[in-house]
């Protein structure tokens, strides 16, 4: 099931918030209970026998977590650590890159296991909470159901953000809605659903078809790459939308998770502002445990930026990708740094978005001699400069382009926030027509599920 379905809009989610909010908001625990039940369901629906698989790796990370903080300070603490960190990554490791890992020594698998939907998202969750408790900075859960509600909760289940436990510790004892609270999620949950049904799902259909074509051309790739570029954008940052929405309706705050990354004018604050949940991750709970900046600092980015694209996904190009991004991030840092501060930020820009959507074409490639070919074409070298095709599309969609440009900005955020203070009335019309857009496209589209549930 997806947020972007209309069984999720029109079945699953009316239902769930009429039995969360028929509870008392003093009886926490029941509605825990409650919002534990229907993410289990909502899980399910989509993996009927993998939700036993979260419950496993959930319950023993909160078992373990219990002993660990009991013995905090011996050698026995960090034992339990290892214990849960090698049981979480070994499930991960099974299930995303046991394919991946025995084709690199010359083995074939005849039956791969299926790659259970979130288990990147939900494995770093509980590795932050034993790394955290054994650091002493927060305490065990000792109520099961709230813990698991924190490993499952379905708004962020799927496809985040990364949650790290500290951030919703308090809230899953003691939180309150508030009509704000409820207004704010609504709008922020009914703008993440426009974003992923009316603008990720149409440039994702023209990206497919001019990516996937049997012959490529220079036109092509560029306007495939880009489109893919917003597709990736929108749909990522529209899920993590309607994730922050729906958890503010329940009385939750989640942190940011996109900061309008394509405004950046450099690679490094570009991933300061896509995906945040993960680079914190990350930078966390690996680049500063590595040495960060102190020691080997060149080495710590590369495998940091190498484990960040493995992470994506088990194949060489996500690999490639990271490394790209790495060493990126490694020009800027010790070479380019003085120079770019000179540049015009217009040329600052250009270059990001350069670096960006190249590296976004690296990103959809999964076999590695289609990106070969695709890469050349992107540089004009081999084939065609255009075809009649790639030139049909360029002109149906030259009016949507710039449409994606701005709302990839803060621009109409900053407009809507001015109109919304000037007339309060304006933030229903907006949620009305967004939703009943939204309801019209989807009767007429394909099921489209989100990027990230393969991640």
Known sequence: MVF?????????????????????????KIRNFVLLIFSLFFYSAGEPIWF??????????????????????TPLAKVLLVISLCSSLGLLILFKYTEFLLGLVGISVAFAPVLPIGISFYTFQTMSYSIDLYRGKIKAQRNPVA?????????????????IYSDIEERLTNRKTTRKMISDGITRFAMGLGKKVIFANHAGAVASEL????????????????????QIYFDFSG?????????????FEFKENFNYPYIAKSVTDFWRRWHISLGRFFRDYLYIPLGGNRKRAIF?????????????????????????????????????????????????????????VFGWLVFYFVDLMQLTVASARFFGMGGYLWDYRAFELLLGNIWILPILAIFSTEKPMQIW??????????????????????????????FTPFIYFRF
């Open 300 to 356: 710590n980015i590369v495998f940091v930026w190498m484990a960040t694209g493995f992470w994506h996904g088990a194949s060489l190009n996500f690999i490639i990708w990271g490394l790209y991004f790495g060493v990126a991030l490694l020009i800027e840092k010790y070479l380019l740094r003085d120079f770019m501060e000179k540049w015009p930020s217009f040329i600052r820009h250009v270059y990001l978005l350069f670096i960006v």
């Open 4 to 28: 972007s379905s209309l069984t999720f809009l029109v079945f699953f989610l009316p239902i769930f918030l009429f039995a969360y909010f028929a509870v008392p908001e003093t009886n926490i």
């Open 417 to 446: 926030q001015q109109l919304r203070h000037r007339f309060p009335a304006s933030e229903a019309i907006l949620n009305m027509s967004i939703l009943g857009a939204s309801f019209v496209m989807l009767i007429g589209q394909t």
């Open 211 to 230: 990516l996937g074509a049997p012959y490529l051309s220079t036109l092509g790739v560029w306007l495939g790459s880009i489109m893919f570029a917003f």
């Open 52 to 73: 036993v698989l979260i419950l496993f790796s959930a319950s023993m990370d909160c078992i373990i977590g219990m002993f660990m903080e009991k013995c905090r300070g």
């Open 147 to 163: 813990f698991l509600t924190f490993v499952a909760m379905f708004p962020q289940l799927v496809a985040g953000p990364i949650i």
């Open 239 to 251: 899920y993590s939308d309607m994730a922050i929405g729906l958890a503010k309706v329940l009385g």
